[in-house]
């Protein structure tokens, strides 16, 4: 059973405009919700996260909002870019104590057009 | 620093065969972590260490699946006697304990195909 659930497999966007990631999770345990960037070739590069204790937060153009009651966490990239385009994944860490393991959505896929 | 280095990059095998992935972390990272990566999915979490402990091992990392990391620095992962299935990206991350919040820094992977 998949915790943590990315349902839109690509996303495509404007270049300028805003880029609006989703991420559903089901377990309550989680504590951190992370992203993370990957380009084909490359392992994934974090972006930002947020504590569960917390509902936003901001890193110039990144933006994740978390909304615990409706386990949903999105992330927003203002303006988006170019260079952008990549798979994004969400990510959940604190499951039931495990503080080693980070579980990781499908991700999606972004594309940005000039 | 030059981040976290995994070797090989790429490696092909025949079914049957032993393979060995080496990993080195940010020098100062205390934790290891090994994920497995297949198409269309993200990745998934095998094994982790705080310096030479393993503290974690995922049920999918089955007896043919080991790895070590003797010194609390680089580390290795082996599969013994491949199978088709083990057709994987396998990526190594490293972190500082107590530090989840700036997340895993992670390698570049190595790809792993078995013929």
């Known amino acids: 059973d998949q915790q943590v659930k990315q349902n839109s497999p690509s996303l495509s966007v404007q270049e300028g405009r805003i880029s609006i990631l989703n991420c559903d999770y089901t377990?309550?345990?989680?504590?951190?919700f992370l992203w993370y960037k990957k380009y084909p070739a490359e392992g994934p590069t974090f972006l930002i996260s947020?504590?569960?204790?917390?509902d936003k937060n901001e890193d110039g153009r990144f933006t994740v909002f978390l909304n615990k009651s409706a386990k949903h966490l999105s992330l927003h990239i203002v303006p988006s870019q170019p260079g952008d385009s990549a798979v994004y994944f969400c990510a959940a860490s604190g499951d039931g104590g495990s503080q080693g393991n980070l579980i990781f959505g499908k991700g999606t896929k972004l594309s940005v057009k000039p | 620093d030059t981040g976290v280095s995994q070797n090989p990059r790429h490696k092909i095998t025949k079914r049957g065969q032993n393979v060995t992935f080496r990993c080195d972390p940010i020098?100062?990272?205390?934790?290891l972590y090994w994920y497995r990566q297949t198409l269309g999915q993200g990745p998934e979490f095998l094994t982790y260490f705080q310096n030479e402990a393993q503290l974690e091992k995922s049920r999918l990392l089955s007896d043919r699946f080991s790895a070590e990391r003797p010194k609390g620095s680089f580390s290795t992962l082996e599969i013994q006697r491949t199978e088709q299935g083990d057709s994987a990206m396998y990526l190594c991350?490293?972190?500082?304990?107590?530090?989840?919040?700036?997340?895993?820094?992670f390698g570049s992977g190595t790809r792993l195909t078995v013929v």
């Open positions: 947020i504590s569960s204790i917390k």
């Open positions: 377990n309550s345990m989680f504590d951190y």
């Open positions: 020098s100062e990272h205390n934790r």
């Open positions: 991350a490293s972190s500082l304990a107590g530090q989840r919040f700036y997340g895993y820094t």
